[in-house]
């Protein structure tokens, strides 16, 4: 059954001029000129907001909210003036809850973090190169200049499609529309701080057609680049760490992974509801930068792959084991089925990790042209002592001369990893840098989780999550050291080895169990401060001199 309509009228002059329920959302075409952001105008007035989600609605109110914020905005019918008219069916609604009978803020966020504006609403679909030819990141240069850019956007014809970053947005445009040109003018305003053309990222795996290897070589000390699981694993399995995977999601139903997902602990399964209001509904596990759910089942199989590399369970009479089985997967899922992905995506997934508790970003993918919002998203990472690895690529390039991002991005947070054979020579698809790669790890037939099954593949994006993974270790063997350190404890753990000299920074392949070969943490002694407690002074009074009788004296 298609979706019902939903018809609001108001009684004044209004800028909403229809509305229509896709789902749970509610989209609106406006014919005013001006639109205020992030607040309520004079009556009638609506912000000018694209993709407003229907929270709650009764005969006489309508609840809305914007995606990804706790903004609410309750307009209620008048007496004897209604202003909301219905066609509908209550049972083809989301679920309803007793709407607020006035006008309400709660706990608005920063409106430069969730400004969402438009003249129509779009339903998401798939990604395809003509979606990203059609779409931009801007930076607005100032929080006053928020309501500007706003209108500026409405009146070229697109709307916001997601901003976690502070001052950081994802336009898409309307068909027609001239992207560049519109940029081109954008850049002579006060309001813009840099835009830029959004871009595809893809992920660095190369499956392989041979036979599935019969043993994880690179975990069970098989070879002579194998990472030396067993003596890291005497010391750490990675407990109480979460690795993000920014990837193509996750086969949460895999008897490898089903055990191993981050639980949001802010969000309730099931109850379609966005509990801790951060714009998608059900995100237990991770969250769905393709179309804003908490859907993040892989249609693709990299990240389910890259997943199992990390965290795989062990001991549990299934398939093979991840580098760090005592890890959690935040499954961020902004590749889709053909393993491509947009900038904007990525960039909102960074930040959803780090705002969410992630210790270790994994991003097994890489771009060719650079991007500010993602160096703002990096550097956010990078400022909450967050690690971020990432794959060197699968070019057989040099970064020194042909930059890959995110790897050329050098903060001391960010380790990029290139790939080796079981011998420890550089894999003959892997990129190199001896500036620009840090370290190299196994990346030819590595055997792991794809979806209901398991498959050995080739690629840097197979090298990344047992670096990341490493990095968990450690992070759990010593939770009192900074992103830096980690990074250069694995740099300098490395097995060095003269084919890896003069092409890869550290010149060596990650030993887990090297880096792992550390003192326990000890944690910091609590100071007792002794408490004095004053003794309570008694007045003493002079004693009273009493005379003694006459016979005594």
């Known amino acids: 059954m298609p979706a019902p309509s939903v018809e609001i009228r108001d009684s004044h002059r209004s800028m909403l001029d229809r509305t229509r329920q896709t789902g749970a959302s509610l989209s609106y075409a406006c014919r005013r000129n001006r639109y205020h952001l992030g ?9 000018g907001i694209s993709r407003l989600e229907l929270r709650e609605t009764s005969r006489k109110s309508l609840t809305l909210g914007i995606p990804r914020s706790n903004y609410r905005y309750t307009r209620t019918a008048p007496e004897n003036a209604p202003w909301l008219s219905y066609r509908h069916e209550r049972r083809d609604l989301a679920p309803m809850r007793r709407p607020s009978r006035k006008r309400t803020f709660r706990g608005l966020e920063p409106l430069e973090k969730r400004a969402l504006m438009a003249f129509d609403f779009v339903t998401p679909g798939p990604l395809s190169v003509a979606t990203i030819a059609n779409s931009a990141v801007i930076r607005i240069a100032d929080p006053a200049e928020v309501d500007e850019a706003s209108h500026a956007i409405y009146e070229a014809g697109g709307y916001v499609d997601g901003g976690f970053g502070p001052l950081t947005w994802g336009i898409v445009f309307s068909p027609g529309v001239d992207r560049d040109a519109v940029l081109s003018t954008w850049k002579s305003t006060a309001w813009l701080a840099s835009a830029e053309t959004d871009g595809l990222i893809a992920s660095s795996a190369l499956p392989v057609s041979d ?17 030396h699981a067993p003596e890291a694993w005497s010391r750490s399995v990675g407990a109480g760490v979460v690795v993000a995977v920014i990837d193509s999601g996750v ?3 895999h008897p490898e992974l089903a055990g191993q997902l981050w639980i949001n602990p802010k969000e309730s399964a099931g109850n379609r509801k966005d509990d801790d209001r951060n714009g998608f509904v059900d995100d237990i596990n991770g969250a769905n930068f393709l179309n804003n759910t908490g859907n993040v089942q892989d249609d693709a199989g990299h990240g389910t792959h890259v997943s199992g590399i990390i965290a795989a369970a062990a001991n549990n009479g299934n398939g093979g084991v991840g580098l760090a089985p005592g890890a959690k997967i935040m499954a961020l ?17 960074i930040y959803y990790a780090v705002n969410n508790g992630a210790k270790v970003i994994n991003a097994s993918w890489t771009m060719s042209v650079g991007s500010p919002a993602l160096i703002s998203a990096m550097s956010f990472a990078a400022s909450r002592n967050v690690v971020f690895v990432t794959a060197a690529g699968n070019e057989r390039s040099n970064n020194d001369l042909v930059p890959s991002y995110p790897g050329n991005y050098r903060f001391t947070n960010v380790l990029t990893v290139g790939a080796v054979d079981s011998d420890g020579k550089l894999a003959d698809f892997s990129n190199y840098g001896a500036s620009t790669v840090d370290v190299a790890a196994p990346g030819v037939s590595i055997l792991s989780t794809t979806p209901g099954s398991y498959e050995a593949w080739d690629g840097t994006s197979m090298a990344t999550p047992f670096v990341a993974a490493t990095a968990a270790l450690i992070a759990s063997l010593r939770p009192d050291y900074t992103a830096a350190q980690i990074v250069d404890r694995i740099k300098s753990t490395a097995t060095r080895s003269v084919d890896l000299a003069g092409i890869i920074a550290s010149a060596g392949y990650l030993d887990a169990g090297a880096a792992t070969n550390l003192p326990a943490y000890v944690a910091p002694a609590q100071t007792v401060v002794p408490v004095v407690t004053p003794l309570k002074r008694t007045p003493v009074r002079p004693v009273r001199r009493v005379p003694l009788p006459r016979r005594l004296r």
Do not use: M, Y
């Not at 607040?39 to 912000?47: A, D, F, Q, V, Y």
């Not at 036979?211 to 990472?227: E, F, M």
């Not at 899922?333 to 997934?349: Q, T």
């Open 251 to 253: 086969d949460v139903n």
């Open 211 to 227: 036979p599935l290897a019969t043993q994880q070589w690179a975990i069970a000390d098989t070879a002579k680049a194998s990472v």
């Open 39 to 47: 607040r309520i105008g004079r009556p009638g007035e609506i912000i």
């Open 333 to 349: 899922k902004v590749l889709d089925a053909s393993g491509n992905g947009s900038i904007n995506a990525a960039v909102n997934a």
